[in-house]
């Protein structure tokens, strides 16, 4: 800590004499103090957690104070010590300027949690996101009356496409040209690796906000720097080491936005990945008595750590065949007995675990709590250690609808009639979970369709609510030619049924 004389040449170093004994002697300098983990510190050092952050709470204070952003709150400010009240008149929404969408959000995003918007490639996650920039820059109720904050971790921020709102949106065209949303107040920054990343959130972000009031943060995506820095398929690597760091990132990361979320009481909302979800295929039925062949292998499914330690195995017998208890003998018995032996149609498929991962992450993932669902089944990336560090998690769905071309070439050339091919996709949104209003129900129940327009993303209403939104936003033309095709589909239709 000798360098600090040199940044802070008026910190007062006497009530810390005794801590900057100890970081001397292990060449600890003011950068060590402030990037590294007090847990990390504290081993090196052997100095207690408390004393740690004590002088690290100081040492930032001071620069906050000599760089001029004076009134930042400390860290041990914890949001508990507020009552309901104070947090109910404190929390603000950031609208998505569509009454349908914010009736299921409950009002839209708040302020003071972090909120994950969850979906495939193509469903409009980044839509989403541009117009969250622009209505937060407007007054309440709509918005905040906040600039905002892009960081982008796979490409620059798209201010063409936010210009075309701009445009196109019929609450935003129409308004006057002071209370009309800006470029000029959305900063955007590019995270190129998870080393840049927390740097931005631990110094630079602060200090932005501070300056600038930020009151909407925005990363798309989450995902893409863990899945690029911790690749598991990497030959030579640990893959439950590299786990284990990527889960220690992930909580830390999770502490940054929520320390950023209370202390400044803006919005934070991420966008996150998914991957692809295979279901676990039912069991083969074998006839009574006939042994397991020697090179399948009975393996328990993925589990929760708390049912693996509940059921305390040993390495050696996780890897080793599950051979037939006395109970489990006793029940063959019993059934070679019986007059009639049970056939395959008489198999009962075994109920799933219900602390199995698969059974579980129906609830938390928004895919797959509908049994009867007949689209891909997708989990957000990142696993459950993420889950647990978001407040609200909102899932984009999206299914292909299919039409029937009159004319299409096949691999020979010739033209062929009535063939299904892909038309368009239906989009819905839903809340998996959330802190302020009730989650939406089982697959589609209750999830609202959604379209992306140039406008922006507007709900679906079959009732033709939104038909004059669709006038406003200049999409008669489109509409017409869409029900014309459609029109001449069914005549189609007619024309071969008879």
């Not at 009240?85 to 949690?113: R, W």
């Not at 279901?279 to 039925?285: D, F, K």
């Not at 209750?446 to 999409?475: L, Q």
Request: aromatic share 4%; charged share 25%.
């Amino acid at each position: 800590m000798a360098d600090l004389h040199e940044v802070l040449p008026r910190f007062p170093q006497g009530q810390y004499a005794h801590l900057f004994q100890a970081l001397d002697r292990h060449e600890l300098t003011t950068v060590d103090l402030l990037t590294m983990e007090a847990a990390d510190i504290g081993k090196a050092t052997q100095l207690p957690l408390l004393e740690i952050q004590k002088i690290r709470n100081a040492v930032t204070e001071a620069l906050h104070r000599d760089l001029g952003v004076a009134g930042v709150p400390s860290d041990t400010h914890t949001p508990l010590r507020s009552s309901l009240t104070d947090l109910t008149t404190k929390t603000a929404f950031v609208s998505t300027l569509d009454d349908e969408l914010d009736g299921a959000l409950g009002g839209g995003i708040p302020t003071g949690y972090i909120t994950e918007i969850a979906g495939e490639s193509g469903v409009g996650k980044t839509q989403f996101l541009l117009l969250l920039l622009l209505a937060a820059q407007l007054p309440p109720p709509h918005g905040l009356g906040r600039p905002a904050l892009y960081l982008s971790t796979e490409s620059s921020m798209p201010t063409s496409r936010l210009l075309q709102m701009l445009r196109e949106h019929p609450r935003l065209a129409h308004l006057p040209k002071g209370a009309r949303p800006s470029l000029d107040a959305i900063a955007s920054m590019d995270i190129p690796d998870l080393e840049s990343q927390e740097h931005i959130l631990r110094f630079q972000v602060p200090v932005a906000v501070e300056r600038h009031n930020i009151g909407l943060l925005v990363i798309d995506s989450v995902a893409a720097n863990y899945r690029a820095e911790f690749d598991r398929s990497a030959a030579g690597t640990n893959h439950g080491s590299t786990m284990a760091a990527r889960s220690k990132d992930l909580v830390r990361l999770g502490a940054l936005l929520r320390a950023l979320a209370q202390r400044f009481n803006m919005a934070v909302v991420v966008a996150n990945q998914v991957a692809d979800r295979f279901a676990i295929p039912p069991p083969t039925h074998r006839p009574l008595g006939t042994p397991t062949p020697t090179p399948a292998r009975c393996r328990m499914p993925q589990e929760s750590p708390l049912a693996s330690r509940s059921k305390a195995l040993s390495p050696a017998a996780a890897n080793e065949e599950i051979e037939p208890t006395s109970s489990m003998a006793e029940r063959l018995q019993f059934l070679s007995s019986m007059p009639e032996p049970l056939g395959p149609e008489d198999a009962v498929e075994p109920a799933p675990a219900a602390l199995a991962f698969d059974h579980q992450q129906r609830w938390f993932t928004g895919w797959g709590d509908d049994p009867l669902a007949d689209h891909g089944l997708k989990t957000p990336s990142l696993g459950l250690v993420w889950s647990a560090q978001i407040a609200c998690r909102i899932a984009l769905l999206k299914k292909p609808v299919y039409g029937v071309h009159r004319f299409l070439e096949d691999e020979s050339g010739e033209l062929r009639g009535g063939v299904p091919t892909l038309k368009s996709w239906r989009r819905w949104m839903k809340v998996v979970f959330a802190p302020h209003v009730r989650p939406t129900g089982q697959g589609l129940e209750g999830a609202v369709e959604y379209e992306v327009t140039r406008s922006g993303i507007r709900s679906v209403v079959k009732d033709g609510k939104n038909v004059e939104g669709k006038k406003r936003a200049g999409h008669n033309e489109s509409d017409s030619q869409q029900r014309a095709e459609e029109e001449e589909e069914e005549e189609d239709d007619e024309d071969d049924d008879e």
